[in-house]
């Protein structure tokens, strides 16, 4: 039997589980408030369906019941979310028993006859983190608003001074320098010079300089005419032409041969090119954005890239942060990203568990913020609640991080490394399959998962589509 309290859109919820309807009764009535939902079940199998289907912020249980104990109760709702706070009530109360319900994630083992004051003082304690935890998120949600600039995410110092440079150059530059380590978003520092430019209805035009046949550079640049080379079978038009009223981006310009370097800085100075095989001269108007994540210094200094072409190039040059260097923004990051891949995906995802976040803030993020968009898309991918957890994140960063189940703020410490999630996790899939008689698509309703999520865990734990 389920019972709900008339507040059915509060935001924070409570979930009261005891096979005592008197019991119910008496606790929903002494713990309701105005902005909180409060839902009451006799079953703990019943309870286990009411946490999975609306998340419940606290859950008050006892520990005695028929077919589930309390213990059960806590250690499923563990596995499920680690941030639901769990209380545990008993008329059999020992030391050691509440140590141990404390160690497997309780927040709180309270004796029977259950005082309501100290009840009500430690529910509401527990409520009062939750309504933070939801004001925070909003805040973050306000915050990601504003820490906009095109497609680019940021509220760092760092980001912020990225920002001004783009709005700054963007209206005047000729020729610009993206510089930055792998992944830290130098395309989108081009995409948005382009956007914020008085050329921004003009073509944007990408050359990836690392992709092309050394031989064929100046044909793709500056196209070539009809019997210019062998194989050339007509006019061709070149990128610098396509580009003409627009931007011409040139990535990884450190790749770029030195016969073509020399061709390009003669492009830039006069704006005019010529096609491959032909002796007229052809005017373009073309702005030019150039990245690299070499240290073209250091090219110069070795002879493998042209010094008046690296000159002509920095007249304005713009650093992209690595993510070490502006690691305050992996939340809001984080955040924007779930809602990304959430909407491609069409997964109705919220966020991380906290031990989740744990694990990406311990990460050192080599790929910078390029890792963590391939990141966060494979774990809505492999959510199997609208959570992601840590089974969800890719295999090396869980084989590479420890995480405590201690949530902060919200229970006691207690080890729980990443092995023992995998075994829970495995367990739960065998039961689902055993229940189901092998049945995938039985064991992923009772798992609340999509039956590709359930195969590629299936396949990952080595299971058959059998009972376990």
């Excluded at 003409?244 to 073509?260: A, Q, R």
């Excluded at 954005?289 to 040059?317: C, G, N, P, S």
Aim: glycine share 6%; net charge neutral.
């Amino acid at each position: 039997m389920e019972k709900l309290s008339p507040k059915n859109d509060a935001l924070i919820s409570l979930l009261i589980i005891d096979d005592n309807a008197g019991s119910l009764e008496l606790l929903s009535s002494a713990l309701k408030q105005e902005d909180l939902q409060i839902r009451t079940a006799q079953d703990p199998q019943r309870g286990l369906e009411l946490v999975y289907q609306h998340r419940p912020q606290v859950v008050v249980t006892d520990l005695v019941m028929p077919h589930m104990s309390g213990l059960d109760v806590l250690d499923r709702i563990v596995e499920f979310d680690p941030a639901i706070n769990v209380i545990l009530m008993t008329a059999h109360y020992s030391t050691e028993s509440a140590v141990d319900a404390i160690k497997r994630g309780a927040s709180d083992y309270l004796n029977k006859p259950i005082n309501l004051q100290v009840l009500r003082a430690r529910v509401n304690a527990l409520l009062e983190q939750a309504r933070r935890r939801h004001r925070a998120s909003q805040l973050e949600s306000e915050l990601l608003d504003t820490s906009r600039l095109e497609g680019m995410v940021g509220n760092s110092p760092a980001m912020w001074d990225l920002f001004s440079k783009i709005r700054r150059i963007a209206p005047h530059f000729r020729t610009v320098l993206i510089t930055g380590a792998t992944g830290t978003g130098k395309d989108l520092v081009a995409g948005t010079l382009h956007k914020l430019s008085p050329v921004s209805k003009g073509n944007f035009v990408v050359l990836n300089c690392s992709a092309v046949v050394e031989t064929l550079f100046e044909s793709e640049l500056f196209g070539h005419v009809k019997g210019a080379f062998t194989g050339a079978a007509g006019d061709k038009i070149g990128l610098f032409e396509f580009a003409n009223e627009g931007v011409l981006f040139l990535d990884e310009i450190g790749d770029m041969p030195m016969s073509t370097q020399a061709k390009l800085l003669r492009a830039l100075q006069n704006q005019e090119i010529q096609r491959v095989g032909s002796l007229t001269p052809r005017k373009v108007n073309v702005r030019v954005i150039a990245a690299t994540h070499q240290d073209l210094r250091t090219a110069v200094a070795e002879k493998r890239f042209r010094e008046d072409l690296y000159y002509r190039l920095t007249m304005v040059e713009i650093h992209t942060p690595p993510l070490t260097e502006r690691s305050g923004d992996l939340p809001l990051l984080t955040r924007h990203y779930v809602s990304h891949f959430a909407r491609q995906y069409g997964r109705s995802i919220s966020g991380l568990t906290p031990r989740a976040e744990i694990v990406l803030g311990r990460h050192a993020w080599p790929g910078n913020v390029r890792e963590l968009e391939n990141v966060i898309g494979h774990a809505c991918m492999m959510a199997s609640t609208d959570r992601i957890d840590v089974p969800d994140l890719p295999d090396y960063l869980r084989s590479t991080s420890r995480v405590s189940a201690e949530i902060p703020d919200t229970r006691a410490s207690a080890e729980n490394d990443l092995s023992a999630l995998d075994e829970q996790e495995r367990r739960l899939i065998s039961e689902a399959l055993a229940q189901s008689n092998g049945n995938q698509s039985e064991a992923a309703r009772i798992l609340k998962i999509g039956r590709d999520a359930l195969r590629y865990k299936m396949k990952k734990f080595g299971l058959e589509s059998s009972p376990a």
